[in-house]
């Protein structure tokens, strides 16, 4: 009996490990830089005509490109009036549905888009959170990871790095306390953490979600949490492979960011690793995406990570060699419906002048 348990336990390991899947590079292109300048994309969606809306931060808008790079629409501009944005960080999209956040006015802008890419202003929420994450769960139900701001929770001496908003209610459901995402005991060392680590590497950090549950990772620790969302059990996994170098404070680090020496940190978080995004993907698994920087080639390299259902480590591999010098200029976009994974890398022109390419890649199942 127990030799057909040993025999039934391999052939299932060796079916999650067969498992595998094609991802191919289809197609890569500049998106164009004529009528108006990209200034600083932050955030980007593809629709399903493949069309690419850009949330340029700097610029206060949303720049439209067919699915070759042509601009053919620009929506919004600076400011504080109707269809105006002051410092919009986030794009997320549902079917026809559209969100803006914006950080500074703290709002949500909710927008209604038709097949000519015309966005209508649906409405906007008040909004306080510091997130650069954001998901439709459903029509009204957002997702969202980064620490929350709440009134309530500061009153609590707590706060949370993965929980829902409700956009029609208002109403939040808090999921995972900064604690637990941390991996510490208390809000006061989660506030130590915030104050001398996080606040000088990155705040960023991203979730996704399947019927079953809700996954989560911060950008500076290969830690994948995964959340039940039916009996709210957490499971922890994440393999740090030689690739991977998990980021650190130093004392040069703080120094130079403290003095604003923009150059110097940079070339500081070389010599790190920083997680660029977490999907969950069809059959069960999920895939990290993180940077790791080839002093060959003076460039980002991006690797792929991927795992099972239940956090076992399948494959890790080169993704892609980028021309970009710095992780802050690499942006990921991920559609579970059409299996394509979308990559925005700011490249070097000459001396100065910055240009903008888009790589799609192909998932399929061998």
Sequence with gaps: MKKVVIVVIMFVDLLILSYSFNIKGIKNF?????????????????????????????????????????????????????NEFLNPVVLAKQGDKIIVYDFKRRFLFLFSMDNFNNMKFVKKIEFGGLSLNIHFIDEAILLISGMDFSKENEKYRKSYNLYTFNINSKKYDYLLSSAKCFGVKNQKEVDKIFINKINYLSVDSYADFSKRYFYYIHSTDLKIIRLGRNNGKIDIFGKQT??????????????????????????????????????????????????????????????????????????????????????????????????SLYILETVISGSSDLKFRIHKFKITDK
């Design 242 to 339: 030689r690739k991977y170098i998990k980021p650190n404070i130093s004392v040069e680090l703080k120094k130079a960011i403290r003095m604003r020496k923009h150059n110097k940190v940079n070339e500081i978080e070389k010599k790190m690793s920083f997680i660029l995004s977490l999907f969950y993907m069809d059959k069960s698994k999920v895939m990290v995406l993180f940077t790791s920087y080839n002093y060959i080639n003076n460039k980002q390299d991006i690797y792929m990570q991927l795992y099972d259902v239940n956090g076992k480590f399948i494959k890790e591999s080169l993704l892609l060699n980028t021309q970009s010098e710095y992780k802050n200029d690499l942006r990921v976009y991920y559609n579970r419906k059409t299996k």
């Design 30 to 82: 500049y998106l164009e830089q004529k009528s108006r300048f990209i200034v600083q994309p932050f955030s980007f969606i593809v629709n399903k005509k493949g069309e690419i809306y850009l949330l340029d931060r700097k610029d206060g808008n949303i720049k439209i490109f067919n699915n070759k790079g042509k601009l053919i629409k620009v929506f919004g501009r600076k400011g504080v009036g109707p």
